[in-house]
Every structure is written in structure tokens, then in C-alpha cells.
């Protein structure tokens, strides 16, 4: 599933952003077909960019810690 973005504001310019497909990070979509899904469906006004979320996590197991870090920005997770 894309990551998207709509912030619902009252300003004429808000859209639902639609993250663009990042070859070898995100899933392959067809991002024009739901961009035409929601503008003419759903009558969304529809925006596709490149998000970067810039998430990560650590999760703490009874074996030691476990982490991620999202591809799409700069970063690594570590520890010993």
C-alpha cells in the first residue's frame, strides 16, 4: 500500500499526496491508476510526490534489541 498524505485543511491547494514508487524500496504500483481512482471516484483532488517519512524503531525483546530504519532517508539503526 502507498504511503499518502492529505492534511484537510480549507486551503484551495490541499490534496491527497501519493507517495511516487522508489524502485527496490517500496512496493511497484500503479500510482496513475489510483490517482485516477480517487480524482474521478472519489473526487479527490490527487498530488504524487516523494515522501520520506524519516521513521524508525527500536523494539526491545527478551534476546536483545531489534531495529529498523525506514530506506527512503539517511540513517542506520545499531547497538550492541
Known amino acids: 500500500m502507498p504511503h499518502y498524505q492529505n492534511t484537510n485543511s480549507s486551503s484551495s491547494t ?15 504500483y500503479d500510482v496513475a491508476a489510483l490517482e485516477s ?7 479527490h483532488a490527487v498530488g ?5 517519512s524519516g521513521l524508525s524503531l527500536i523494539q526491545v525483546t527478551p534476546g536483545g534489541f531489534v531495529g529498523g530504519a ?8 545499531g547497538g550492541r
Not at 481512482?37 to 473526487?43: F, I
Not at 504524487?48 to 520520506?52: G, K, V, W
Not at 525506514?70 to 539503526?77: C, E, L, N, T, Y
Request: hydrophobic content about 35%; glycine content about 12%.
Open 37 to 43: 481512482d480517487l480524482e474521478e471516484g472519489r473526487g
Open 48 to 52: 504524487i510526490t516523494t515522501l520520506t
Open 14 to 28: 490541499s490534496a491527497t499526496v501519493l507517495e511516487a514508487p522508489i524502485p527496490g524500496v517500496t512496493l511497484d
Open 70 to 77: 525506514d530506506m527512503r532517508r539517511d540513517g542506520a539503526i
